[in-house]
């Protein structure tokens, strides 16, 4: 597609359900992020994948939380054992390009909005 | 730790004023970058400086950048209605690990 989708918008669940959120990228973008955004705060770095493999998950809060991209375009995150302090936007973001000294922007994708009762 | 912090949070306005809104980060960056979120929307790129540059213009948009006080500017001139929206800016050393701010809420009054 044209931009970054999530799916789906909105998820409500119930606390020590399992969730999976899935991220499109736009296509041909090697690097791929994800954020957590709490009502009126920035977005919180979670994990941030360079093709298959995570460069970076210093952000993932604890091991209820997993993320994977399998074949280096689509990326599922996981949530096991949902707590109602996991309740937040989940937002997913593409670049093109990779490595040192290459800078580019962020395309975000609208979010999931995770609700746990 | 989030490490861009903008400031004000909060700025309201009347529109074709102008609006400035700062960030400051810890540590030493290779870029910074700008970005825009409509109220449950995603993020929109506005705006990259690196850290070789020290000002830069898009539009009605100005954003400068002192490494040596390792803050950045953003200011909007002409402020519109449509202009309403969060502000976040983001740093970045090698542009893998994006690190955003809590962000500015601008409301600007028609």
């Known amino acids: 597609g044209a931009g970054v989708s999530q799916t789906p918008s909105n998820k409500v669940t119930e606390k020590g359900k399992y969730v999976e959120l899935r991220c499109d990228p736009i296509?041909?973008?090697?690097?791929l992020y994800w954020y957590r955004q709490s009502l009126g705060q920035g977005p919180e770095f979670l994990i941030y994948?360079?093709?298959?493999?995570?460069?970076?998950d210093s952000g993932l809060p604890n091991d209820r939380f997993f993320a994977v991209r399998p074949e280096g375009s689509v990326s599922t995150l996981k949530i096991q054992r949902t707590e109602r302090g996991d309740s937040a936007v989940y937002l997913c973001?593409?670049?093109?390009?990779?490595?040192?000294?290459?800078?580019?922007?962020?395309?975000f994708g609208e979010g999931s909005r995770l609700t746990v009762l | 730790s989030q490490q861009g912090e903008e400031d004000p949070q909060a700025l309201s306005i009347q529109e074709g004023e102008n609006a400035t809104m700062n960030c400051s980060y810890k540590?030493?960056?290779?870029?910074l970058q700008w970005y825009r979120q409509n109220s449950g929307r995603g993020l929109v790129h506005l705006i990259l400086?690196?850290?070789?540059?020290r000002e830069k213009h898009s539009g009605r948009l100005r954003v400068t950048l002192d490494t040596s006080k390792k803050s950045s500017s953003l200011l909007i001139t002409a402020s519109r209605a449509a202009d309403t929206a969060s502000y976040f800016c983001?740093?970045?050393?090698?542009?893998?690990?994006?690190?955003f701010g809590p962000g500015t809420r601008l409301s600007v009054l028609p």
């Open positions: 973001a593409s670049r093109r390009g990779s490595g040192r000294g290459r800078i580019g922007e962020l395309f």
């Open positions: 296509s041909g973008h090697t690097a």
């Open positions: 994948f360079q093709g298959t493999g995570a460069a970076d």
């Open positions: 540590t030493s960056i290779n870029n």
């Open positions: 400086i690196r850290s070789n540059e």
């Open positions: 983001a740093t970045s050393r090698y542009g893998q690990n994006f690190v």
